[in-house]
């Protein structure tokens, strides 16, 4: 209900506009956000909630129908849909011949999410603007003069109309098809496209580029089917160019490249050294013609002939060519079946035999052609050589200062230079995280006082740089002061000549091995033993480490062992051995000291006593495992155990609740889970197997949550060295051997059974094998009723010369 405007503002003169009003409340500007109360900045009704005065109306109530309404939020029933519009604005220009107006070509696009417009301008080749961003993403009001405060909305755009942004007018000509699908199915129409207006500036440079084309454009033959099958192919012949009969002509090497891909073909020119002379290109690459009468002029080997140039203008200018190609000449090229092992080729005048080729150019003639015969022909003596090789000089004797290679590099140059390290080795060799690469044996000091003798060191060796330290373990009250006995160096070897020009031998690492003796500056040393890092990493690398390769070293025993081998089983190894099955380290060791003698050393007997070790069942303690990762997940404050089970359910495309092992393993990785590597594959050697070595992954999450399943808190320990497989490796001496696998593995059985039989009973005081050997010499005996008295009745015995 309105005033009446011709009756002034006084009492009586207006109606009440409360009658009726029941709500007189004042709208509440503050409210809740996240639970946190604060003052709120959204346009509210006034009291009653009727509109403020000085509130616009919205132009349309809404786009939908009532009751139609989307029950998602716009950014998220929207997000990443953006409608996009072919535009254009026109900007004029000023003293530009021909062209008044510059036809700007944008793209609007249209976010739903949340309204916001970006201009932007593709950009072109040579337009000399700035182009790209026009306008950046943000919501733009309607023009001052247009009486509307309300932002650009979808309305607003459309094919055929224009909108001003920040006073430059865009015409709507396009939209792409997900744009005209949204506008039709929110019920507005869009008019086909118009044509985008032609840039006058541009059309005129086209013309000025179209003129200065030729006519007709070169023919150039180009067989891409070839190029894309020999592409890097590359056939290498090796030649000479005899130049001697010239005056100062010497005899050239060449090395003849023919390209598969294009038939080109490239010499080049071996140079030898300090020759004087620079360039080994002799011919670039192209191809090759067969006759040579003299360099081509220009345009002679053009594809047309020109017959007259009318004009002197670049613009007006006109050609006449040959229809008829009567100037052409055919010239005929070198290809692939031109040249062979003896053959002489033209090279721009020059005559070059080929003499050889390479492996590959073999191998495609043989395949492509059926050539056998590369037999290389033979260079011709060269008499005027340009340079003789000339051998270096001795090196003076070594005079005690410095280093030796110090000295030697000293020598050899004029400005004193460092040594040359083998970076090589350096970059192999060097350590590389937990792996050490460095050697460490326990090592005995070889002398006649005994106090000295009982001192304990450790030799470690680098295989960086090929050196080694001495380290002294001192013990209480020993009266030895311990540390470092000798620094870290190369330790030269016994007998070798120290003033000399040659360097003198230096201990290497193959020199390094249980049993060696090595001396370094008159102490002698006897190594004794290795850590299970020095062990494992020679037996890894047995190419390096002959003394770790338990091929070799059973070959030894093997071909040692095969004349005396049914003595060395039941004499050396004994009954007790048979039976079990197993025998202690030190049986094995004078087993094969006995056989051997000093053909086999330490080293080697501890590595064939390593490879058949009974590896002794540790349980393992899956409760003290389970609180070691709690502690780690705890220290760490990982809670992401609802994302890790998202992880597994993902990966688990069949809903079966299992997955393998590595993809536990990988999933676990992938989640960044603070836990070493030793103790990520302790827990899943905890976890129950399926059908099949599957996991299941919730038993995992129930493992490692520490708040629905917590444990009592564990003691800190170094992970990476408690379970890692060095703490719990048994020492060599105090671990059992596999005697049955040792000799199953030299293979000495099947001769044995060959020649055993009635003639292989013992007889006297010899030894007798038992019965119930496992299956390599009990099988010898034959049957029960074949076999001694004293082994088919009551327990098998053994019996040796003298001994009941």
Known sequence: ??????????????????????????????????????????????????????????????????????????????????????????????????????????????????????????????????QGVFISRQRIRFPPDSRSETFVDIVDLNIGRE????????????????????????????????????????????????????????????????????????????????????????????????????????????????????????????????????????GERDAFTVLNVLGQSTHKKRYIFDALNCGAR?????????????????????????????????????????????????????????????????????????????????????????????????????????DSRVLRFSAQMISNIPHLSKRPFILSFYLADDTLNVFENVRVNSGFQGGMFFSRDKFVKPGENLFGSEPPACYGKEDCYIGALLELRDFKFLLTGADEYALRYMELHCDEFPKSNIRQILHKIRERARPVYKQFVAEELGGDALRSGRAPYKVLRRALLGLLGDQITEHEVVTVARRFRVQPEVPLDCEAIRRLAHVELKRYLFTAFERLLETFRHMDAAHSGRLSRKQVYTALRGARLPVDVELTNKILDCMPQQEGGDICYQDVINFLDYDHFPTAPAEPISIQHELSWMSHAPSVDASEVAVDAFLGELGLEEDLRASCGDAARPSGSGAVVPADAPGLLGAAWGDAGDRPAELTSGRPRVTFAGFD
């Open 163 to 298: 909108v001003e942004l920040y006073g430059r007018v865009f015409k709507i000509v396009n939209c792409d098809r997900f744009t005209r699908n949204f506008l039709n199915r929110m019920g507005i129409t869009v008019p086909d496209p118009i044509t985008m207006p032609e840039d006058p500036y541009m059309e005129r440079r086209f013309k000025m580029q179209e003129a200065l084309q030729p006519k007709r454009p070169k023919k150039i033959s180009f067989d891409e089917t070839q190029f894309l099958k020999y592409d890097r192919c590359v056939l290498r012949f090796y030649g000479y160019w005899d130049d001697r009969e010239s005056e100062d002509g010497i005899l050239h090497k060449l090395v003849v490249l023919f390209y598969l891909a294009d038939d080109t073909v490239e010499v080049k020119e071996v140079l030898p050294v300090n020759s004087g002379r620079t360039g080994k290109t002799l011919l670039s690459r192209c191809r090759l013609p067969k006759e040579f009468k003299g360099v081509a002029g220009p």
């Open 1 to 130: 209900m309105m005033r009446n405007p011709p009756l002034p503002l006084l009492p009586g003169n207006d109606f009440d506009r409360k009658i009726g009003q029941t709500r007189f409340h004042k709208s509440q500007h503050f409210g809740n956000v996240h639970k946190l109360s604060m003052l709120l900045d959204k346009q509210l009704p006034g009291i009653g909630g009727a509109p403020m005065p000085h509130v616009p109306h919205s132009r349309w109530p809404s786009i939908y129908c009532r009751g139609d309404v989307s029950a998602l939020p716009a950014w998220l029933a929207f997000d990443k849909e953006t409608l996009v519009f072919d535009a254009y604005f026109k900007e004029a220009l000023q003293e530009v011949e021909g062209s008044p107006f510059l036809p700007r070509y944008v793209k609007i696009y249209f976010y739903l999410e949340d309204g916001t417009i970006q201009v932007q301008e593709p950009r072109r080749v040579n337009s000399g603007i700035h």
């Open 330 to 434: 055919p010239t005929s090229f070198y290809s692939q079946r031109d040249l062979a092992i003896g053959a002489v080729i033209n090279v721009m005048g020059r005559c070059v035999v080929l003499c050889d080729c390479d492996e590959y150019t073999k191998e495609y003639y043989r395949a492509n052609f059926g050539l056998e015969d590369f037999t290389p022909k033979p260079y011709p003596a060269d008499d005027d050589i340009v340079f003789d090789s000339v051998p270096r000089p001795e090196l003076p004797p070594y005079n005690g200062y410095g280093s030796h290679e110090d000295s030697s590099y000293n020598c050899r140059t004029i400005y004193p230079v460092p040594p040359v390290k083998d970076l090589k080795q350096f970059l192999r060799k060097d350590r590389e995280g937990m």
